[in-house]
């Protein structure tokens, strides 16, 4: 009996968010197992960039615009994947923002831009695929959920938002597997990425000290775990988050 990524050959994938950043590298990694793509990003620009480089790898893709926080584009993207390919065996819920603050002076529009797109959003892409996978009797979904769903002070919207995303994974996780769907989490830690690249140096270098494997995390190694959700290797793990963050403590 073989144990390996072969099942995602082939696989239709969809990865929210991945113009950049960790959904970039994710793409990346499905391109790599012979996976086909649709690259979807809220800047039209990064997602058809991220499409042209995962082409040459030599796999089918799409890219298109997709605000995930509107349940009309969500239904759109999955609707192109069908379209195409005629299933969708995989989406990964990454697309996400943060708008930082104390609660204090948090505005309104900061709390719920953040959970319109970190909660609502993967809401909407999992409802706008679960019927196509229902039909097949298989699919995975894999929800990013963050390290600060365990709470960060200066993140009460941003925490909420991925906390939420947690209830979501559990409760959709048992709903969906007698239907043959896996729903899943990957929780990162600190990871290397344009947006952690902004951090002030010395701030930077304290959270890295403060990660028992001492470095910082990359993209590769969220899209490895993201990999292995997706794959034949966890048909018997539903409901779960595995949580990727060199050892540092969460929740």
């Known amino acids: ?10 696989a239709v994938v969809i990865v929210t ?6 959904g970039r590298g994710i793409a990346e990694t499905f391109a790599a197992q012979g996976s086909k793509l649709v690259i979807t990003d809220i800047d039209a ?3 058809e960039q991220t499409a042209q480089e995962v082409a040459k790898m030599g796999v089918e893709t799409i890219s298109m615009a997709c605000d995930v926080s509107k349940y009309d584009q969500a239904e759109a993207l999955a609707a192109k994947a069908i379209e195409k390919w005629g299933k969708i065996d995989v989406l990964v ?3 996400g923002i943060t708008q930082d603050g104390l609660f204090l002076r948090m505005k309104p529009d900061q709390w719920q831009k953040v959970i319109d797109i970190n909660l609502t959003g993967t809401y909407n892409c999992a409802h706008a695929v679960v019927n196509h996978m229902r039909k097949e009797r298989k699919g995975a979904i894999i929800n990013i959920s963050s390290i600060a769903a365990g709470g960060n ?3 009460a919207n941003y925490s909420a938002s991925k906390a939420g995303v947690l209830g979501f994974t559990y409760a959709l996780g048992k709903e969906l597997a007698p239907m043959g769907i896996r729903v899943n989490a990957v929780a990162p830690g600190f990871i290397k990425t344009p947006m952690t690249d902004k951090i002030p140096e010395k701030i930077r ?3 890295i000290a403060a990660i028992p494997l001492k470095r910082p995390g990359e993209p590769d190694d969220i899209a ?3 990999l292995f959700l997706a794959s034949d290797l966890s048909g018997y793990v539903t409901a779960q988050c595995i949580h990727v963050n060199g050892g540092l403590a969460g929740l």
């Open 1 to 10: 009996m073989k144990y390996g990524l072969e099942s995602l050959k082939d």
């Open 17 to 22: 968010g991945s113009g950049r950043g960790i």
């Open 45 to 47: 620009a990064t997602a």
């Open 93 to 95: 819920n990454n697309a």
């Open 153 to 155: 002070p200066g993140q």
């Open 205 to 207: 270098e304290q959270m």
């Open 224 to 226: 490895k775990v993201i």
